[in-house]
């Protein structure tokens, strides 16, 4: 290894390891982990821009999107299927729906 730097905090230490050799490597295509990989990346590079205009929190929006929301799916899913897929409290995800039945509607205006 070239180099390791020690950094603690009072949580807990945090090493930083710098070796050139060290390779990183997907699992071969017949793995089955393999899709669930592809899978994600699809979901980080297209999101549903709509979300961006609710009036919820940026953060929330950042789950949604993460988690491949859409609009519709909010709507089709409703709020206790929502808190459970993104693990909220129920009282979030209503506002999460609410919010997103009253854009569609301004949307269709």
């Known amino acids: 290894m070239e180099g390791v ?4 905090n009072e949580d807990s230490p945090l090493s930083i390891i710098k ?3 060290l390779k990183l490597s997907l699992p071969s295509s017949s793995s089955p982990s393999l899709s669930s990989v592809s899978q994600s990346l699809k979901i980080a590079i297209w999101r549903d821009e709509r979300l961006d205009y609710l009036d919820i ?8 999107q993460i988690n491949g929301f859409t609009v ?4 089709e899913h409703g709020p ?5 897929k993104l693990g909220i409290d129920d009282y979030v995800a209503q506002i999460i729906f609410n919010e997103t039945t009253k ?6 205006k």
Do not use: R
Request: no cysteine; hydrophobic share 40%.
């Open 103 to 108: 854009e569609i509607i301004n949307f269709n």
């Open 5 to 8: 730097n020690h950094n603690t």
């Open 72 to 75: 519709e799916m909010i709507l």
């Open 57 to 64: 929190p940026k953060g929330l929006v950042e789950i949604l």
């Open 19 to 21: 070796d050139s050799h």
């Open 80 to 84: 206790s299927q929502i808190a459970e």
